[in-house]
């Protein structure tokens, strides 16, 4: 067995683990991102989030909203997600060996709710400057979870801890024709902080054999433990049209792609140096993703004093969003950077875009009062189906007689499937000024099949090869949200 490739294919596997799992669907929206803007929002499944500015968060989706303002008007709430990610299946060891593969352990494990609860918080400011122009500032999260495995769940070296901070600040212009259409413009300040882990299980199944072979135990050694932050800045552009009457907006917005670099300063105990052939110790690495540019379109009419309806579609272009790639400056000979690692291809992911669709209905029984109900079908970003360059993977170490394994492309860090959504909220208006949200949504989505594969060296002529075979058995999660509007 050729051991560079087998360490090309560790820090590969170990590194898209942890990458994958920062931005994953614990966000419990299509791909990575979080719908959670607002608590208004929430109540009507964010349908037509973009046109109807029922209050200032109308900003985070779209920069043209605050020109709806004729005073100063605030808006800050929080939005709880708990998830309950479950998945189950079956854990093959193999020994990698000259010969070829032997299977030397199977074990099944369920790993159950393994996506931690979070609070999503968020603040918006429009000010009107005069008849024409007005400015926002919008804060919120578009990307955030964290994923935490039991330490003897079998594949924590696929995947184990991972924890994602985000926050983006967008400051914008927008100026009003008429009183009828408005158009704005935003700049977007993405802040995002990692912490990523992944380790050998506690309570190997297979410690007595690795430490023979290795001569030291490896129960809970760290493979990679990285930890990482960048800023980034992309930008954003709407419309919005409403009738004479108000009855009817019409809102269409666009944001950027985002291609943010993670600095991280990465550690092992087990994955070497390519220089000195030491475990990394603070190695620095720049991990790049690509984040899909959207398009949005909102529309909103109130039939009469007591009803109005609310209808949204949202393309996101996942297909820009292909591979994995890290960049290791320091892994240098002769000064020369070492094409291995710069750039080292972590995973081709191979999403594919889609739409989220929403419908959301309001009942206004009085001036103080407002219900809102809705539905969403969210198009999940993972493909289905098998990844060609998984089953080569597995093949090129001779498993299933050379032919190799059946890999998908979805996976443990990244269960993503198609969701929807059911909500219900509703407003109280305590006078002209001050108002109050409250929202409840439940989202389901549909069980899948994971099936991954990595390989690890134990020594030059030894590798450890592992199959999970199994799928998701429960995708759900409960959001409750509250916000507080007040203008000036």
């Not at 380790?199 to 760290?222: M, R, T």
């Not at 990482?228 to 409403?242: A, E, H, K, Q, T």
């Not at 603070?282 to 909102?298: M, V």
């Amino acid at each position: 067995m050729n051991t560079k490739t087998l360490r090309k294919a560790a820090l590969a596997a170990a590194i898209c683990s942890v990458t994958a799992g920062t931005y994953s669907s614990g966000a419990f929206a299509a791909g990575f991102a979080l719908q959670e803007s607002s608590t208004s929002g929430l109540g009507r499944a964010f349908a037509a989030e973009n046109a109807i500015g029922d209050n200032a968060a109308i900003l985070a989706r779209n920069p043209a909203g605050s020109a709806l303002f004729n005073e100063m008007a605030f808006s800050v709430g929080v939005t709880y997600v708990n998830p309950e990610i479950d998945a189950a299946g079956q854990t093959d060891y193999y020994l990698l060996t000259q010969q070829g593969p032997v299977l030397a352990a199977s074990v099944f494990d369920k790993a159950d709710d393994y996506a931690s609860s979070a609070f999503v918080p968020n603040a918006y400011l429009a000010i009107p400057l005069d008849d024409c122009w007005s400015f926002g500032i919008a804060m919120n999260t578009d990307y955030g979870l964290e994923t935490d495995f039991n330490s003897s769940w079998p594949v924590t070296h696929i995947a184990d801890k991972t924890e994602l901070l985000s926050v983006t600040i967008a400051p914008s212009v927008a100026f009003d024709f008429a009183d009828q259409f408005s158009i704005g413009l935003s700049a977007n300040f993405l802040y995002g902080d990692a912490t990523l882990k992944t380790k050998v299980p506690n309570n190997f199944v297979l410690e007595d054999a690795a430490e023979q072979l290795l001569g030291f135990p490896v129960s809970n050694a760290k493979i990679l433990d990285a930890d990482g932050d960048d800023w980034y800045v992309g930008w954003s552009i709407g419309g919005l049209w409403r009738s004479k009457d108000g009855h009817t907006h019409v809102g269409v917005s666009y944001q950027s792609e985002l291609r943010p670099e993670i600095d991280a300063d990465v550690n092992s105990d087990l994955l070497p140096s390519f220089v000195d052939g030491r475990p990394f110790d603070n190695e620095r690495a720049r991990l790049t993703l690509d984040l899909p540019d959207t398009l949005e379109i909102g529309v909103y009419h109130r039939f009469d004093e007591h009803w109005g309806i609310a209808m949204g579609a949202l393309w996101t272009d996942w297909d820009d969003f292909e591979r994995l790639q890290a960049f290791f400056p320091d892994q240098r000979v002769n000064d020369e950077l070492v094409d291995r690692y710069n750039p080292l291809l972590i995973k081709e992911e191979n999403f594919q875009s889609g739409w989220r669709y929403s419908l959301g209905a309001e009942y206004y029984p009085c001036e103080e009062i407002t219900w809102r109900v809705g539905y969403a079908y969210d198009n999940g970003a993972a493909r289905d189906g098998l990844n060609e360059d998984g089953r080569i993977e597995s093949a090129a170490v001779g498993l299933n007689g050379g032919l190799g394994l059946p890999v998908t492309w979805r996976t443990l860090s990244i269960p993503d499937a198609d969701r929807q959504w059911v909500t219900f909220g509703g407003t109280y208006k305590f006078n002209d000024q001050l108002s109050v949200d409250g929202g409840l949504a439940y989202i389901w989505g549909d069980d899948e099949p994971i099936q991954e594969f990595q390989a690890l060296p134990l020594t030059p002529d030894i590798g450890l090869g592992t199959y999970f075979n199994g799928g998701t058995t429960n995708l759900e999660a409960w959001l409750v949200g509250a916000s507080l509007n007040y203008s000036f």
